[in-house]
């Protein structure tokens, strides 16, 4: 189903400036969650690097995400949108009448829209409150004791969002860029995002203190001026260690 079809005509740019606005918002989140855990999983190597700076950009990243779970999943009022709301929009305002029930069928059958899910839901919603009016939002330590945040929420959040959006997608992709994605198809940008973390978090661990020099080959088809700054790079990376 095209949304062209099944969405009002007066709608389709209403739906369409929120359908990306989410499917960024998701991206974004999948990128922060995959550092996040990455960050986690490599944090015990033992190898005298930078954790500081490691350990800052964990926690602003972790900050960070929270905000957006909470925009995404929790926000309300008159000026905000999240993709509950946005859900109930598509559904009932956005939709052709001959497609609506088709729709809701399909919507209420995802996780997201189970009764025991949607205990836990509002178990979040109340954590995240606490965290983000308390601690990240006006910056003060009186969020409350009982409001706990673990990455399996987030990462699962997401996920269900993820699952939402794509039941919520009707063929998006021609309002899409290339270097968009298609807007529907998260799973190469979780593979993707896996992969970049990692290599990224590896990349910091040069910073050991038991590496006295770093050297690089630079391949030979490396234009000049590049090759330039990427020697200017490695010597001021060595000249840390002197």
């Given at each position: 189903?095209?949304?062209?079809?099944?969405?009002?005509?007066?709608?389709?740019?209403?739906?369409?400036?929120?359908?990306?606005?989410?499917?960024?918002?998701?991206?974004?989140?999948?990128?922060?969650?995959?550092?996040?855990?990455?960050?986690?999983?490599?944090?015990?190597?033992?190898?005298?690097?930078?954790?500081?700076?490691?350990?800052?950009?964990?926690?602003?990243?972790?900050?960070?995400?929270?905000?957006?779970?909470?925009?995404?999943?929790?926000?309300?009022?008159?000026?905000?949108?999240?993709?509950?709301?946005?859900?109930?929009?598509?559904?009932?305002?956005?939709?052709?009448?001959?497609?609506?029930?088709?729709?809701?069928?399909?919507?209420?059958?995802?996780?997201?829209?189970?009764?025991?899910?949607?205990?836990?839901?509002?178990?979040?919603?109340?954590?995240?409150?606490?965290?983000?009016?308390?601690?990240?939002?006006?910056?003060?330590?009186?969020?409350?004791?009982?409001?706990?945040?673990?990455?399996?929420?987030?990462?699962?959040?997401?996920?269900?969002?993820?699952?939402?959006?794509?039941?919520?997608?009707?063929?998006?992709?021609?309002?899409?860029?290339?270097?968009?994605?298609?807007?529907?198809?998260?799973?190469?940008?979780?593979?993707?995002?896996?992969?970049?973390?990692?290599?990224?978090?590896?990349?910091?661990?040069?910073?050991?203190?038991?590496?006295?020099?770093?050297?690089?080959?630079?391949?030979?088809?490396?234009?000049?001026?590049?090759?330039?700054?990427?020697?200017?790079?490695?010597q001021e990376l060595n000249a840390f260690r002197d």
């Amino acid at each position: 189903m095209n949304y062209k079809d099944i969405i009002l005509e007066q709608h389709i740019e209403d739906y369409k400036e929120q359908h990306k606005i989410f499917y960024h918002t998701l991206s974004s989140m999948i990128y922060d969650m995959t550092f996040l855990q990455t960050a986690s999983d490599l944090q015990n190597w033992e190898i005298h690097h930078d954790f500081i700076t490691l350990k800052m950009l964990h926690r602003n990243v972790f900050e960070n995400l929270i905000i957006k779970v909470y925009r995404c999943f929790f926000d309300h009022g008159n000026s905000s949108t999240n993709i509950l709301s946005f859900k109930n929009k598509v559904i009932g305002l956005f939709l052709r009448e001959e497609y609506r029930q088709l729709v809701k069928d399909k919507v209420t059958q995802l996780p997201i829209e189970s009764k025991d899910f949607k205990v836990r839901f509002e178990e979040l919603r109340n954590n995240y409150n606490s965290i983000r009016n308390g601690y990240i939002g006006h910056r003060l330590l009186n969020a409350s004791d009982d409001a706990v945040v673990d990455l399996k929420d987030v990462k699962q959040l997401v996920e269900y969002g993820c699952e939402l959006l794509q039941a919520l997608s009707f063929e998006p992709g021609d309002f899409y860029s290339f270097t968009e994605g298609d807007g529907v198809d998260f799973s190469k940008e979780i593979e993707t995002t896996k992969s970049l973390s990692r290599k990224f978090i590896m990349h910091s661990f040069l910073t050991s203190s038991y590496i006295t020099k770093i050297e690089c080959e630079i391949d030979e088809l490396c234009p000049k001026d590049i090759r330039e700054r990427l020697e200017e790079i490695i010597q001021e990376l060595n000249a840390f260690r002197d």
